[in-house]
């Protein structure tokens, strides 16, 4: 099995080194060749920073607004599966992280912790949902995520069938194992239900999505600019250019090359968000430049996660603070937005 190129992903990081190696295949791993997971990370090495000088820049404030909310830095925890899985402090020790950091955590739907035990952390959250066919339960878990605190919903829309993993194939790993939960999976009577996926699913379910929550709803996993239009039209606050980091359609474009098309559909009407392959602050610089408000990262908190529980998010996420400071300082900007599409080549 051939491992991601980057330095981000080599195999012997601490992190991957510490996970049983199922796990740590369902971590890294994507779609099929894993040809779109490669290819979010080669396209942002293909990207160049062309600096401006002179321009007086000062000392760099990174602070972002996102629905009203500041943040520290424009970095974001992308959502991901099973956290206790790469460490026992689970999402709660990953929501610590984002605390201390100043950002939000988007809490994923298949969390291995109750959503209230990671609020209580007093972390900014975001739920993020696959869109569940059973609205009657869907809204159940909408309802549930707002009354724990959370402050957006997220819906992952690249999902109609689950990716085919070929790493989880080969080991036959399927779920959870004993002992664990998707604890944000559980109806009115506390039962269990699985997380459903629906190729039927169309806009009219985004529709009344729209109309059964006052929280803000982003659209995550759009790539192509009329789905961007069209996401707009259905009163969508935010887009998450995202392609699931490779783990659903294998072919799929990479993120940093969708993403200038749909910020052009998009005209500056909603915030649009980046994910896939963003692994130093030079990544997130690119984004920004051509565009993006802010973007997310799943894979480098995973691995920070299993090296050293909070800690260990905290260290990537202070990593990527400093790289982006010093890389705006470089590239002759101040704040995000003094950035400009025409610094990347
Ligand atoms: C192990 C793992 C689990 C994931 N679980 C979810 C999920 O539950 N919901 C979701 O919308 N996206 C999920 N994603 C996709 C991430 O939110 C994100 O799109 C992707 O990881 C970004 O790419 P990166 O890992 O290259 O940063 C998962 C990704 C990984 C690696
Ligand atoms: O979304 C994913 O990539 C993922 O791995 C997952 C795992 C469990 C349930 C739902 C999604």
Known sequence: MTEPDGAANRADLPGRVALNPVHRDFFAGGAGEERTLRRNEEAFAQRWIVPRVLRGAGARDLRTTLFGTDL????LIAPTAFHRLAHPAG??????????AGTIM?????????????????AHLWMQVYPQPDEDFQRHVVKRAGAAGCRALVVTVDSPVLGRRERDRRHGFRDLPAGFACENMRDADGRLRDIAMDPALSWEHIDRLRASTGLPILLKGILHPQDARLAVEHGVDGLIVSNHGGRQLDGALATVDALPAVVRAVDNRIPVLLDGGVRRGADVVVALALGATAVLVGRPVIWGLAAGGPGGVRDVL???RDELDHTLALAGARRPADLSADQVA
């Open 72 to 75: 520290t830095m424009p970095v």
């Open 91 to 100: 999402e709660v020790g990953t929501a610590r992280a984002a605390a201390a």
């Open 106 to 122: 988007v809490l994923s739907m298949a969390a291995t912790q109750p959503v209230e035990d990671v609020a209580a952390t007093g």
């Open 318 to 320: 202070e990593t990527l």
